[in-house]
């Protein structure tokens, strides 16, 4: 199911019904890329139900120091089409266990790059408290929205 930013607090009663195991998959999901398609297949496989949460655009900036170059309803669009997602959500609040009281996921997936970090560990901590596991994934580090950015302001400045 797509959301719109207006529609950001109706997940619970306009959720569809969820069986099973109940996975979270959050990013900024920006100039979608196959480190993102990466992540997702990944995901599908350790869960029954799929939700990708498309972090906002203020978090982003707050997080990256930048504005993502798709804004957030167009990325929520993107991921709505995919079909490895079961249900995508807008991630506009600040911390993971605010989205779970939201989502209500079993699982959250990330990439390596946090494992052993202290994002991670915090991360790891809070989630415990709702006994929500962390699984992390290969990160692919070839590609990244970053890297591809980088790439574009490089191209503009020549």
Same mark, same amino acid.
């Given at each position: !199911? =797509?959301?719109? $930013? ?5 997940? =619970?009663? #306009?959720? $569809? ?13 920006? !100039?979608?890329? /196959?480190?993102?398609?990466? &992540? ?11 939700? =990708? ?14 504005? $993502? ?5 167009? @990325? &929520?669009? /993107?991921? #709505?089409?995919? +079909? ?9 609040? #600040? ?8 989502? @209500?996921?079993?699982? &959250? *997936? ?7 970090? $202290? ?17 992390? *994934?290969?990160? +692919?580090?070839? +590609? ?15």
């Amino acid at each position: !199911m =797509a959301e719109t $930013p207006d529609s950001v607090g109706d997940e =619970a009663a #306009s959720a $569809p019904a969820r069986r099973g195991r109940v996975g979270y998959v959050p990013g900024v999901f920006d !100039m979608f890329h /196959i480190g993102h398609l990466n &992540i997702l297949r990944q995901a599908r496989l350790h869960c029954d139900h799929l939700v =990708a949460g498309v972090v906002s655009d203020e978090n982003a900036l707050a997080v990256k120091g930048r504005l $993502p170059v798709v804004p957030l309803v167009e @990325r &929520i669009e /993107i991921l #709505s089409h995919c +079909t490895l997602v079961d249900e995508v959500v807008a991630e506009v609040v #600040s911390h993971k266990l605010q989205q779970w009281e939201r989502v @209500r996921f079993d699982v &959250i *997936f990330k990439g390596d790059d946090w494992r052993s970090t $202290p994002k991670g560990d915090q991360l790891e901590r809070d989630l415990a408290t709702v006994g929500v596991e962390v699984v992390y *994934f290969p990160y +692919t580090i070839n +590609t990244s929205s970053t890297l591809l950015r980088d790439a574009l302001e490089q191209g503009q400045a020549s």
